[in-house]
């Protein structure tokens, strides 16, 4: 029997599949190594194969793309309803191939390699910046226990540095074996600012050869980083009807908990892309700042909104890492 329908349940050594018929009879119920799976698939006619959208998910669907199949990726929270008892591997490879099948199911965009790099730019600049506010806290934390004390936020930890170990009168007198301890904190602070700063270079010079991106980059409040991670993740934007659309995949519409007709509305639903939802609501934030140190009787949050003010993007874009560092911090 031919092969129209292959539900593939990914792994890092053991693959499972699970191929269908026409009529939907099981035809193939298998397990293969990595090494196996290419030199499997290669040798079917073109079918429709199921994936969930998973780590390496990405790589298989170009790799698999190639010999002519169509890849499908659905989210790893929509197959589930279709397990029919238990948890194996064999059990998720039919429902994979059961999910992919159904006409209104949602499935996820494949990403180039070049997206995926991108994307690895944010997150390795994420990890950093995580580390450097680890480092910051444990800094004026180490102070504190001297009675030095400096307001949230990396600004403050850069000129509270200058008062430790810079020379002048605003020197802070310190015993020499804490100057001895806080000085490899402060040598892996500055080496992860450089880090950091050389990542966003490279996101900015991507920027700049990205369409989408600098499109993007118009919206008030909306600055290059922000931009990069949209264009990225966001492949193909026909794939959401309204922006109330693409706010919901972000999480940021209520979760619902309506029933007999009545509706019950709680907080955001938080589903979504967690750190496009964060750099969005750094830039919203700034853009409210910015409004209200303008003057709130000249200028309104319509007019900011509409893009009216004269450098608002680049302002929100110049915010960002700020606010991301306090908002960091503060945890």
């Given amino acids: 029997m031919q092969i129209t329908t292959i539900g593939i349940d990914l792994a890092k050594t053991v693959f499972q599949l699970h191929a269908v018929d026409a009529d939907g009879a099981t035809v193939v119920r298998k397990r293969l190594r ?24 990405h790589y298989w669907a170009r790799e698999l793309t ?37 006409p209104n199911m949602r499935f996820v965009p494949v990403k180039s390699a070049d997206q995926q790099a991108v994307l690895m730019l944010h997150r390795t ?11 910051a806290n ?24 200058e008062r430790v170990f810079g020379e002048g009168a605003g020197t802070i007198d310190l015993p020499a074996l804490a100057r001895i301890a806080l000085r490899p904190l402060v040598a892996q602070l500055m080496e992860l600012r450089l880090q950091i700063k050389t990542i966003e270079k490279e996101l900015l010079a991507w920027h700049r050869t990205s369409q989408e991106s600098r499109r993007l980059e118009t919206i008030p409040g909306v600055g290059f980083i922000t931009a990069t991670a ?30 007999g007709g009545k509706d019950r509305l709680g907080r955001i639903s938080k ?45 929100g874009c110049d915010r960002q890492q ?4 306090r908002l960091g911090a503060s945890r």
Wanted: aromatic share 6%; charged share 20%; proline share 3%.
């Fill in 34 to 57: 990595r090494a196996e799976v290419l030199s499997f698939v290669s040798g079917l006619e073109p079918c429709l194969i199921g994936m969930e959208a998973c780590a390496t998910s």
């Fill in 66 to 102: 190639k010999f002519g199949h169509t890849v499908k990726l659905m989210p790893p929270v929509y197959v589930k309803p279709y397990v029919k008892r238990g948890k194996n591997d064999a059990t998720d490879a039919e429902a994979i191939c059961e999910a992919v099948s159904r």
């Fill in 125 to 135: 600049r994420a990890l950093l910046i995580r580390q450097q506010t680890m480092l």
């Fill in 138 to 161: 444990a800094f004026r934390a180490h102070l504190a226990e001297f009675g030095i004390v400096v307001a949230q936020g990396i600004r403050h930890v850069r000129a509270l540095i």
């Fill in 230 to 259: 949209i264009a990225a993740t966001v492949t193909d934007p026909s794939h959401f009807r309204s922006s109330r659309e693409f706010s919901a995949w972000l999480g940021l519409t209520p979760r619902q908990k309506s029933s």
């Fill in 271 to 315: 589903m979504g892309n967690g750190y496009l939802r964060s750099l969005i609501v750094v830039g919203a934030t700034a853009m409210i700042r910015y409004a209200r140190g303008k003057g709130a009787g000249q200028r309104s949050m319509d007019q900011c909104a509409a893009g009216e003010e004269t450098g608002a993007s680049r302002l």
């Fill in 322 to 325: 700020d606010g991301k560092d």
